[in-house]
């Protein structure tokens, strides 16, 4: 299972990475978020859930991190994921804006989780 949480961080890394990236070019550009786009997101979004989801198994079998600040930023990536689906607003650019610098500052927290983890 700690093979397993170790494969999907470095999926969440790129998928995060390509989703903000993707989402920001595509604001910059001033084009409207297309099926792409949304899978981009929501890959990055379902990964973190799943990384965190097996990250409380493998606390629930005493498997502990390096540093306590690892549980810290995997649970603010998840919250930084998860907090444009309160707070964007309902369509529009600024939707895809929210979405993007989010799913951007998820995968920078991954990253220090990772960095952590070890």
Known sequence: MLA??????????????AGALWGGLLYWRKRGAGPLTAHLLSIAQTLLVAQVGLGLL?????????????????????????APWF?????????????AVMTGLAGALAVRAFMTGA
């Open 4 to 17: 397993a949480h170790r494969i999907i961080a470095v999926l969440v890394l790129a998928a995060c990475g």
């Open 58 to 82: 493998l606390l629930s079998d005493h498997h502990r991190a390096a540093h306590r600040l690892h549980y810290l930023y995997g649970s603010l990536a998840l919250g930084a994921a998860l």
């Open 87 to 99: 707070y964007a607003p309902a369509a529009g650019p600024k939707r895809l804006l929210w979405f």
